[in-house]
């Protein structure tokens, strides 16, 4: 049990890649606090894990309002008595566009919902570890670090979140706070539902060295070791998990 005794936020855990992070983080003797917009899918999640004997709750937040943040942090505390891990995960894509084209409302939104709430989840997650120390893992993307055409939005705000997660791990290492990102390439969730109906889908899915599309296990495990002491000297690191979509 590589997580016994840690608790644990985990946003957008309603689906994908934060579910199953969820899943397995509860499976290795985590508690789980699992924040999303979605309540139905939050509660889904909830349900599968105390179906299988895990111990789980949910908060219905917008990981772009402070106060919704503000109210996580202090509800897992008080559940579950500390907060050892914080996975800031939920995301959203944006309609392809050019930027002469991209709506000012997408633009601030895709930022909003990608780069500033990692900084909230970091600003009300950090003085609950600084006592105990603490791993948080904030979630990029590889468009983030290679650029992705018609998408200048979730670039702009993945590239932030690698940035601010380096700044971090600067700021709180001495307080055994580590800071990581994960960057995945493409992974079979629901945010890539729109590409699916599209021509480019097979090529786009497809290409990287593996041949294949990623599955939200295979991110959920790199999310297990950077929260575990197996990663103990490891921070302001982004680990890749794309199939060698960057090679
Ligand atoms: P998903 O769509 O399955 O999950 C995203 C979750 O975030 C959903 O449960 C959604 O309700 C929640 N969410 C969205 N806006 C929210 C808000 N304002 N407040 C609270 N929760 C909100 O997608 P997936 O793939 O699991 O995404 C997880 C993260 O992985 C995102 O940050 C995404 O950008 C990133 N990512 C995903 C890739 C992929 O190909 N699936 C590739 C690279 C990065």
């Not at 908060?59 to 109210?71: G, L, N, Y």
């Not at 002469?100 to 919902?113: G, I, K, L």
Request: charged content about 25%.
């Amino acid at each position: 049990m590589r997580l016994e005794g840690k608790t644990a936020i985990i946003t957008g855990g309603g689906s994908g890649i934060g579910r199953a992070t969820a899943i397995l983080f509860v499976k290795e003797g985590a508690k789980v606090m699992i924040a999303d917009i979605n309540e139905e899918t939050g509660q889904e999640t909830v349900k599968l894990i105390q179906d299988n004997g895990g111990v789980a709750e949910f908060q219905k937040v917008d990981v772009t309002i402070p106060e919704d943040i503000e109210r996580l942090v202090k509800t897992t505390v008080d559940s579950f008595g500390k907060l050892d891990i914080m996975v800031n995960n939920a995301g959203i894509g944006h309609a392809e566009a050019k930027i002469p084209d991209v709506p000012v409302e997408d633009w601030d939104r895709v930022v909003d919902v990608c780069m500033k709430s990692v900084f909230l989840g970091m600003k009300y997650a950090i003085p609950e570890m600084l006592e105990n120390g603490g791993s948080i893992i904030n979630t990029a993307s590889v468009a983030g670090i290679k650029g992705q055409k018609l998408q200048a939005g979730y670039t702009a705000a993945k590239n932030g979140v690698i940035a601010v997660t380096k700044s971090t791990a600067l700021e709180f290492g001495k307080h055994n706070i580590r800071v990581n990102a994960i960057a995945p390439g493409v992974i079979d969730t629901a945010i890539v539902t729109e590409w699916k109906k599209t021509k480019k889908w097979p090529v786009l899915s497809t290409a990287n060295a593996l041949r294949r599309i990623g599955q939200p296990d295979e991110v959920a495990n790199a999310m297990l070791f950077l929260a575990s002491d197996e990663a103990s000297f490891i921070t302001g690191t982004t680990l890749v998990v794309d199939g060698g979509t960057l090679l």
